[in-house]
């Protein structure tokens, strides 16, 4: 058996849904919402699985999908992409991630990671053969610097692997950085991947600026997204990928022996979603925006730490200020004594981790988040 596989341990995901189903706890722990995702959106699917097309669409995606990724990132991001060359749609995020990863890397080639990460980047860097370097995120800010690159930076860097929004930070990469970040891999010959599924989940205002709005890095980056994320649908695992056509021809080929191609009529449901009016997104994310406000205020009234939360369905806390430097033994005890389930910080990274930030998932219904922080309200308390 591959010992990259065949060693992991159980996720902190699957220990903390165990226990929650055990003893009956709130699930805030996985990134899922309550929301069953926009009415017409399923319904065009449904449609689609009767009325439509249910062989093997195009091996790159279906034409309408592909033209109608091009068009709403021109008017969501101000980008150029040429559907026929630069768009290909995959069988989720993941399988993109995967893709990319398996076509840029060569064995022994260096991949720059930025820690606290998702959990499927290091098994997936592992077994295309890449050697991680990690760079280590701190709160509040999550911020990296030239220091920070430069220290992980060598003539055998060949892949960095970016999410911007982060998410287990809940945090945003500013215009700075990712300039700082195309400097380096100007200088280094080195690939973007960047992990954006979160582009439409952000708060306060904010407008994404994707790697491919950075002339540095247009022409050496792989942009990733996922439908499941912008409509709330995140069992139908259908990603886009956007990339220059030189990098777009071998990332064809791994797609090609992955999955080959993602159901017909989620392609064409995700289509005319794609092109759904402005309000829309808006809603979605001012619905979010109530959430995480709700979540925040309760938090605080308890007595956490509370820091920012600019994207992504998360909130976090940092226990530091308490004493706490166990996220761990603080998440078993939080499920068992209180009844509310959160995810460590910790699990996110793969060496030198952060040990005292609780991550949260507020993408719930108000009465799932005022009963987790009923329960809440009661851990400092009965500690004093």
């Known amino acids: 058996m591959n010992p990259i596989f065949a060693d992991l341990p159980t996720t902190v995901f699957e220990v903390m849904s165990q226990m929650a189903r055990e003893t009956g706890a709130i699930n805030l722990g996985q990134g899922f919402p309550d929301d069953p995702g926009p009415l017409d959106v399923r319904q065009k ?3 689609a699985v009767v009325s439509g097309w249910n062989q093997y669409p195009p091996m790159m995606g279906l034409p309408e999908l592909r033209q109608a990724v091009s068009d709403h990132y021109r008017h969501h991001q101000g980008l150029t992409i040429d559907p ?14 995967a893709g990319a ?19 499927a980047y290091l098994p997936l860097v592992r077994r295309a053969g890449g050697v991680p370097r990690f760079v280590t995120l701190r709160p509040p800010h999550w911020r990296f610097t030239e220091e920070d ?7 055998r860097t060949r892949v960095v692997l970016l999410n911007n929004p982060l998410n287990p930070a809940a945090s945003v990469f500013p215009r700075e950085d990712l300039d700082l970040l195309g400097r380096f891999c100007a200088k280094f ?3 973007v991947v960047s992990d954006e599924v979160w582009e439409h989940v952000m708060f306060d205002g904010q407008k994404h600026l994707s790697v491919l709005a950075v002339p540095s890095l247009r022409e050496r980056s792989v ?11 995140t069992g139908w695992k259908v990603g886009f990928v956007v990339a220059a056509p030189a990098i777009m021809k071998v990332l064809s080929k791994a797609h090609q022996f992955l999955t080959f191609t993602t159901p017909p009529n989620l392609q064409a449901a995700v289509a005319y979603g794609l092109a759904k009016d402005d309000s829309y997104f808006t809603g979605m994310r001012q619905d979010l925006q109530r959430a995480r406000d709700l979540f925040h205020a309760g938090l605080d009234a308890a007595g956490f730490q509370v820091l920012p939360s600019a994207a992504t369905y998360f909130i976090n806390v940092d226990l530091a200020a308490a004493g706490i430097t166990d996220d761990v033994a603080f998440c078993k005890a939080l499920v068992r004594d209180h ?3 959160a995810i460590p910080v910790s699990a996110f990274y793969a060496e030198t981790p952060v040990t005292s930030v609780v991550r ?9 988040l005022t009963g987790a922080l009923d329960r809440l309200s009661r851990v400092f308390a009965k500690a004093a």
Not at 84 to 97: D, R, W, Y
Not at 149 to 155: E, I, Y
Not at 223 to 233: E, N, Y
């Open 45 to 47: 699917a449904a449609e």
């Open 84 to 97: 026929a060359q630069e768009v290909m749609i995959t069988s989720g995020a993941t399988e993109a991630l």
């Open 101 to 119: 990863l398996f076509s840029l890397i060569q064995p022994g080639d260096e991949v720059v990671l930025f820690q606290p990460m998702y959990d």
């Open 149 to 155: 690159l430069a220290a992980v930076f060598t003539d």
């Open 189 to 191: 010959g080195a690939t």
């Open 223 to 233: 942009k990733i997204g996922s439908a499941g994320k912008i409509f709330s649908l």
């Open 339 to 341: 009844g509310v389930a």
């Open 360 to 368: 949260f998932c507020f993408a719930k219904k108000d009465e799932t």
